[in-house]
T-cell receptor, first 113, second 115 residues
């Protein structure tokens, strides 16, 4: 148990739709990172939020966006879903943004049809 | 940019046998190195990490890893595996001394344990 929760656990959407995934971090963890894990691959960094502001972004298009709230929760929004967006989406929380251990949630599995 | 290579996609080991999972990284400075384990349908659990100091790092569940700068490696070892160790193992690297501490993962090694 890492104290990081994600919802929903599974989700099915159709191409072109929009989706919002949610993450609840450990209390006191002011940094949240989101990763996309395609089937058979390692997680790929999407972006990180530190104190409610974006603090770095991986190689993902702008239709991937996020929010972080003061109550240690956060969201990942994906617009105009594509088939390749089907993946496990993981959030990870940590204290600070300088090499601290990241604690991962169980993930949300998204299937785009 | 940093990168991680896990050369073994799948390893099968007998229960009670020793285990070594390989990890090679590419990064110009001293990296932060991690091993995570992922059981089916689960998120990632941190096994151990290396930031600095002693190059032999002890982790949870009886795992250890050794940082070898000359070989750019951070191999994971366990002297005697248990059936519950069957899972996917990921090596990851992060840049040190940098505020945006994203993790770069390898593609993973799936470990199967046979009786």
């Amino acid at each position: 148990e890492t104290g990081v929760t994600q919802s929903p656990t599974h989700l099915i959407k159709t191409r072109g739709q929009q989706v919002t995934l949610r993450c609840s971090s450990q209390s006191g963890h002011n940094t949240v990172s989101w990763y996309q894990q395609a089937l058979g691959q390692g997680p790929q960094f999407i972006f990180q939020y530190y104190r409610e502001e974006e603090n770095g972004r991986g190689n993902f298009p702008p239709r991937f966006s996020g929010l972080q709230f003061p109550n240690y929760s956060s969201e990942l929004n994906v617009n105009a879903l594509e088939l390749d967006d089907s993946a496990l989406y993981l959030c990870a929380s940590s204290v600070g943004s300088m090499g601290e251990t990241q604690y991962f949630g169980p993930g949300t599995r998204l299937l785009v049809l | 940019a940093q990168s991680v290579t896990q050369p073994d996609i799948h390893i099968t080991v007998s229960e009670g046998a020793s285990l070594e999972l390989r990890c090679n990284y590419s990064y110009g400075a001293t990296p932060y190195l991690f091993w995570y384990v992922q059981s089916p349908g689960q998120g990632l659990q941190l096994l151990l990490k290396y930031f600095s100091g002693d190059t032999l790092v002890q982790g949870i569940k009886g795992f250890e890893a050794e940082f070898k700068r000359s070989q750019s490696s951070f191999n994971l070892r366990k002297p005697s595996v248990h059936w519950s160790d069957a899972a996917e193992y990921f090596c990851a690297v992060a840049r040190s001394n940098f505020g945006n501490e994203k993790l770069t993962f390898g593609t993973g090694t799936r470990l199967t344990i046979i009786p």
